[in-house]
């Protein structure tokens, strides 16, 4: 009996320092921030990339200490005919067209594949995969991804290697000694000059007629059977052209390197396989359409819908998921929690508000979000999301878990408290069984819900413990 007693004891002591430790856990991440009242929401933008032809953007992730993985949000928008250069990351990405269409060339099990992506389509780029995107349509593209901090070096946020390049940007290849790459490409050093100093465009470039992009703009336009064929006929033209001592006249010499440039630059990008094809290796993996699901639930008042590991085996091994919601005016999602990952949210149309709040049960954020927002939600962290009176509030975003998020409601016709209902329950309220039972069942509605005049009237809350006591 004795050692029952030590036992309860000690939990309650561990109780009590681990509330103690999340307390001034709080405070410090609260006072670090330079406005507490937005502290899960992602403020900090950085600009990887901007051209005439398109930008790069990523809100970093300050989640670290917060959540057990982070996650950065990126946004890339590129104008019509544009190409964002071959370049591989230290970072895994998975992009989701938010609108237009896109082409993505990547190397698959050495060799070359692309995919064509529209709307609402989610792919995968694994970190250290080497990948050019381009929109060939005459409207802009617009992607949102995901990219995971975990893998990276650490310099910065992530870290692009480009292939292709020149004088900006500048190639990765380009920092090695004049002699490594003439031997490495076979070739003469005057050639490489050419080869490393003609792009100056950036990482994103219009696909036209300019010097720096036209090997390019005649590769992309080829389907993907010619690209490989075409690549064979180039090479034996270059063999044959070895042959020639000298051009007889200025153009002829430009061409023959153009055709050089381009031999040289594709078998370095994507190896000496790619100009084959290998009978029997398995095909790449295909889009999954985010737009094309049917809700996984639907109500009057609005429908969600997730993608995981089991819909779309490649996020498997990033461990990320994905989500789509849309909420109509003067509806909310019940208060919930992520039993599994942390969730990260932007805003795609609409306004409206989110309610996060601490383990000790104060009030962690209360703030009007707005297209283009975006936020994130600690795991286990309760939180619930509201669409204005006036508009509805559509928001998709990336977990940290691919497997099946299972999100907790705590209210609701299907949530915990129904669940739970009973004499403990009640007891732990300090109210009668027939008031819990009375409260508990009022709600007909589950998951989503609509927004009375009396909940939407103020935003005060009940006195609860503060961290900032």
Known sequence: MGSRVSLLILFLVLCHSLSVTMGRFWRKEVEEREDPDKLFLMLKSKRVAKTDAGEMRVLESYGGRVSERSLHIGFITMEPRSLFVPQYLDS??????RSGEA??????RDRLAERHLKMGDVYQIPAGSAFYL???EDQKLDIICSIDPSESLGVDIFQSFYIGGGAHPASVLSGFEPEILEAAFNASGAELRKLFTRQYEGPIVHVGDSHATSI?????????EDKLEHMREMMQEEEEEDEVEEEEESGEEEEQQTRWSWRKLLETVFGDEAVRREKGTRRPPRSCNLYERKPDFENRYGWSVAIDGSHYFPLKRSGVGLYHVN?????????HMNPRATEYGIVLKGTGRIQIVFPNGSNAMDAEIKEGDVFFIPRYFAFC??????QPLEFFG???SAQRNRPQFLVGATSLMRTMLGPELAAAFGVTQETMRRVANAQHEALILPITSSSS???SHFPSASYSE
Not at 92 to 97: A, E, P, Q, S, V
Not at 216 to 224: A, C, H, I, Q, S
Not at 327 to 335: Q, R
């Open 92 to 97: 895994t990405m998975i992009i989701f067209l």
């Open 216 to 224: 390019w703009t005649k590769f992309l336009e080829l389907k993907e």
């Open 457 to 459: 009237a103020s935003h």
């Open 134 to 136: 381009v929109n060939m």
């Open 103 to 108: 082409k993505v060339g990547f190397i698959y």
């Open 327 to 335: 909420l109509s005016a003067g509806s909310m999602m019940a208060p």
């Open 398 to 400: 990336f977990t940290t």
């Open 385 to 390: 999301q509201m669409a204005s009176r006036g």
